[in-house]
């Protein structure tokens, strides 16, 4: 007499589809993450309705993504999903910056600047703003040759991408440290803004009754010979979306006086493991 197959013999026999897998680390990722949606479906009794559902949210979420937008990273990051996987692979010392969420609205090849330029167009409204500091290790000693690309939205609150009036690579700029470590650059003071709505993330939002507002803020990608690369935000402490950030990236840590004409800050960067 035949038995019928459980739920249970069913995700053994999906497992052992990757047994003649020769990349390991492939093996560890479909395993695992095979194991975990079945026992979420198992757990939740996902309906076919409900399947059906996901699977068209997905399909939308690919069909709004182009070369000026990214709506799988912005769903990434309202899933609280883009802010773990930076504090997995960042894993800072005490010492260390705190990393933050990349976004979907990074642009590699923003202009290298002389330091003391400012990424805002001459003709910005907004508050006039310098941020400046120094790189520098978990020893204090400042690190010369460190590459800072920085950005931010308009005072409107859009970025150069979503705005077609802006001009490509506004409110951008990319800044190479001498041997003192220090930084310093003008910009507008950064404004909070809602992220995109208009997309599958929004309507994921709405439903779930949760904001879409980002607090103000710049920000920066700083990459250093032997360094591990760092990847953050400074927050003007006097927004009031600090406690609500739809993507979860504020760290008090790297919440910054914004309120006169100068925004001081060090970033420090802790070594890439093969150098620890």
């Given at each position: 007499?035949?038995?019928?197959m ?7 026999e ?159 700029g ?59 935000h ?16 504020v760290r008090?840590t ?13 970033l ?9």
């Open positions: 007499m035949t038995t019928k459980t739920p249970k013999q069913h995700l053994e999906v497992l052992a589809s990757y047994d003649q897998c020769a990349d390991p680390r492939l093996v560890q990722i479909m395993t695992s993450l095979t194991t975990h949606l079945f026992a979420f479906i198992e757990e939740t009794g996902l309906t076919r309705q409900e399947w059906m559902a996901g699977i068209e949210f997905l399909t939308a979420t690919g069909k709004k993504c182009d070369d000026e937008r990214q709506e799988f990273i912005l769903l990434s990051d309202v899933l609280g999903v883009s802010m773990l996987v930076e504090m997995v692979n960042q894993r800072t010392t005490d010492s260390a910056t705190e990393p933050t969420v990349l976004g979907p609205f990074y642009r590699p090849g923003g202009p290298e600047l002389a330091m003391g330029d400012s990424i805002a167009p001459e003709n910005s409204g907004g508050q006039r703003l310098t941020f400046a500091g120094t790189v520098r290790n978990a020893e204090g000693s400042p690190l010369e040759g460190a590459h800072l690309e920085v950005w931010q939205t308009s005072p409107e609150g859009f970025y150069d991408v979503q705005d077609p009036s802006l001009d490509p690579m506004s409110y951008r990319n800044f190479t440290t001498g041997p003192d470590g220090r930084f310093n650059f003008g910009t507008i003071r950064p404004v909070d803004y809602q992220i995109p709505t208009d997309g599958p993330v929004g309507d994921l939002l709405r439903a779930s009754a949760r904001e879409s507002w980002r607090p103000a803020h710049t920000h920066f990608l700083v990459t250093c010979s032997g360094y591990k690369t760092l990847i953050t400074l927050f003007d402490a006097s927004s009031r979306h600090l406690h609500s950030d739809a993507v979860f990236g008090e790297l919440e910054v006086n914004m309120d006169h004409e100068v925004a001081s800050f060090d420090v960067l802790d070594l890439a493991e093969e150098n620890k």
